[in-house]
């Protein structure tokens, strides 16, 4: 059940990521041999496929200065825009300048939502995760091992608000991709949510 109060629409059946597209795109990202020149590779074929998002991204996980925040970031970027393609293929249409500033819009105004209300129980990636489930597992388990304490116990040394950037970046990666997706019958999700 959707919640009352959300900026954030709910995800129609037919645009959510199915697990075996993120495994493949996890597996064409991380395959044997560099890794880093893999996602250099696949962050400019993002950024091909998408011009407007690639570049939004880029001037999002560029800057940041602790590498694990920044390897993650683009990783991460690469691997859900892989998981559409490979999910949607031709469907996934582009993410122009104005719908990705509608979606950064409608997803400031729903965390401000939730900030303003002291009973609310889910956060604004819950609602992400409510629509894009298997998408969202991959992202946090990701997070999650990003953020594990070393082999002696020790908290890893990395920058969480860095960390916290990338992470919000790439969940208004997903609400975009989700929103230019054309239906089986050909309609935009945009269109059909609004």
Known sequence: MWPARAA??????????????????????SDDGD?????????AALERAQPALGRWLRSVIEPVRDDTAQALGYFLAIVVHRAFGGAFG??????DDDALASV??????????????ADEVLESDDLVAIGQPHLMAFVREQLEA??????DGDPVDVDLEAVAGVYRAVLIEILALGQVLTSPKGERARDLLA
Request: hydrophobic fraction near 45%.
């Open 8 to 29: 954030i629409r709910p995800i129609a059946g037919w645009a959510m990521v199915p697990p075996e597209a993120i495994a493949s795109a996890e597996a064409e990202v």
């Open 90 to 95: 031709a469907r996934v249409r582009r993410v």
């Open 146 to 151: 990003a953020l594990e304490p070393d082999e």
């Open 104 to 117: 950064q819009a409608t997803f400031e105004w729903d965390e401000e939502l939730r900030r303003g209300d």
């Open 35 to 43: 890794l880093e020149a893999h996602v250099m590779e696949g962050f």
